[in-house]
T-cell receptor
Framework: LAKTTQPISMDSYEGQEVNITCSHNNIATNDYITWYQQFPSQGPRFIIQGYKTKVTNEVASLFIPADRKSSTLSLPRVSLSDTAVYYCLVGDRDNAGNMLTFGGGTRLMVKP | DADVTQTPRNRITKTGKRIMLECSQTKGHDRMYWYRQDPGLGLRLIYYSFDVKDINKGEISDGYSVSRQAQAKFSLSLESAIPNQTALYFC???????????????FGSGTQLSVL
């Protein structure tokens, strides 16, 4: 059973704000939410992590509502170089007990 | 991440051959992982190790074995390679912040393995 659900793909244009939402209805009380970015033929790279409300760093913002059943990764003013796959991970195990599972992620395509 | 080094970057081998992929890290992390990624898909965990004396199977361990030679080294072996093991393999390390779900993974650049 997947622990998270994300859109398979999204398109955007340069300069726009992109919001990618991840659903995690079964999030546990002590689970943190972590997002990674992966460029083609490279390993995923940590972007941001949060537990509740809002977290912001130099790359992105992460919005988490009070019920924590979803989270939204926000990329401000995207550029072509933001074209990548974005993965949402919740906690350290999925519903089957598998460790640190990466689902299919969201494939973001930024167009000029 | 340059602190996690995988060798080789590319490897072509034949069915039935034994092959080893190596991973070394300078991050000082205790935890190390091997993942496999097939085209267009997410990453699947093969094996992981929380310290030198600890080895655990991941989601897809069949056909693979690992060795944790030191804190900094974690190697993955395919005892008898088969074509459906053709994939991109990633090694990763993680910090251990005390709260399991707060781990952050740091990945190597990957090894593209082709089994003919």
């Amino acid at each position: 059973l997947a622990k998270t659900t994300q859109p398979i793909s999204m398109d955007s244009y340069e300069g726009q704000e992109v919001n990618i939402t991840c659903s995690h209805n079964n999030i546990a009380t002590n689970d943190y939410i972590t997002w990674y970015q992966q460029f083609p033929s490279q390993g995923p790279r940590f972007i941001i992590q949060g537990y509740k409300t809002k977290v912001t760093n130099e790359v992105a913002s992460l919005f988490i509502p009070a019920d924590r059943k979803s989270s939204t990764l926000s990329l401000p003013r995207v550029s072509l170089s933001d074209t990548a796959v974005y993965y949402c991970l919740v906690g350290d195990r999925d519903n089957a007990g598998n460790m640190l599972t990466f689902g299919g992620g969201t494939r973001l395509m930024v167009k000029p | 991440d340059a602190d996690v080094t995988q060798t080789p970057r590319n490897r072509i081998t034949k069915t039935g051959k034994r092959i080893m992929l190596e991973c070394s890290q300078t991050k000082g992390h205790d935890r190390m992982y091997w993942y496999r990624q097939d085209p267009g898909l997410g990453l699947r965990l093969i094996y992981y190790s929380f310290d030198v004396k600890d080895i655990n199977k991941g989601e897809i361990s069949d056909g693979y074995s690992v060795s944790r030679q030191a804190q900094a080294k974690f190697s993955l072996s395919l005892e008898s390679a088969i074509p459906n093991q053709t994939a991109l393999y990633f090694c990763a390390t993680s910090d251990h912040p005390g709260t399991p779900s707060r781990e952050k993974l740091f990945f190597g650049s990957g090894t593209q393995l082709s089994v003919l």
